[in-house]
């Protein structure tokens, strides 16, 4: 059984659109986070969500709109694309600490092309 | 806030030894090393917590000095299998479960 899994693993589209990945846990974790991985490989943190609830929320355009309807699902909806937004889109998961972050599983990853 | 990692490429030959460092300007509540191969998902490899504690993989040895606020990964006798991208992630706010990486040291086993 896949831990974390991402659907769909392509995304190709035109600028303007409208399109979303969805994400699924079944480790029992109970945060939930989608990482940006540039062209350069930069894996950047975009959203956290602890049990349904957002706890990060980086500097991201309001065009990405992420939800979580229970804890072992996180889905990220993006309006508008742009060129800009071309990436590899990474969900993960992990169990919370009080300290510390715990070890992050991630999902294989959502290519989206924007053209 | 992103942490610096060193050196940026890494190439070496089977059974040769690396070693890949991560700075940060921040104190540190926790330092953890993930591998990427080409294509795939990053993959936990080892956690520091603040304080001496590690887990992780039995075969892949790491060093956290709190002070400093660095850390560094000990590749030993290298293998092909540990080609990749290695990236530290950082912990600079206390139960924040906000994993900060670096922009990744590229490793080139030959």
């Known amino acids: 059984d896949t831990a974390v899994s991402q659907t769909p693993k392509y995304l190709v589209t035109q600028m303007g659109n409208d399109k979303s990945i969805k994400c699924e846990q079944n480790?029992?974790?109970?945060?939930m986070y989608w990482y940006k991985q540039d062209s350069k490989k930069f894996l950047k943190i975009m959203f956290s969500y602890n049990n349904k609830e957002l706890i990060i929320n980086e500097t991201v355009p309001n065009r990405f709109s992420p939800k979580s309807p229970d804890k072992a699902h996180l889905n990220l909806h993006i309006n508008s694309l742009e060129l800009g937004d071309s990436a590899v889109y990474f969900c993960a998961s992990s169990l919370r600490t009080v300290a510390n972050t715990g070890e992050l599983f991630f999902g294989e990853g959502s290519r989206l092309t924007v053209l | 806030q992103q942490p610096v990692q060193s050196p940026q490429a890494v190439i070496l030959r089977e059974g040769e030894d690396a070693v890949i460092n991560c700075s940060s300007s921040?104190?540190?509540?926790?330092v953890h090393w993930y591998r990427q191969k080409h294509g795939e998902a990053p993959v936990f490899l080892m956690i520091l917590l603040k304080g001496g504690e590690q887990k992780g993989h039995e075969k892949i040895s790491a060093s956290f000095n709190e002070k400093k606020q660095q850390s560094s990964l000990y590749l030993t006798a290298s293998q092909l299998s540990y080609s990749g991208t290695y990236f530290c992630g950082t912990d600079v706010i206390q139960g924040a479960q906000k994993l900060v990486f670096g922009q990744g040291t590229r490793l080139t086993i030959n």
């Open positions: 480790l029992g974790h109970d945060t």
């Open positions: 921040k104190a540190l509540y926790s």
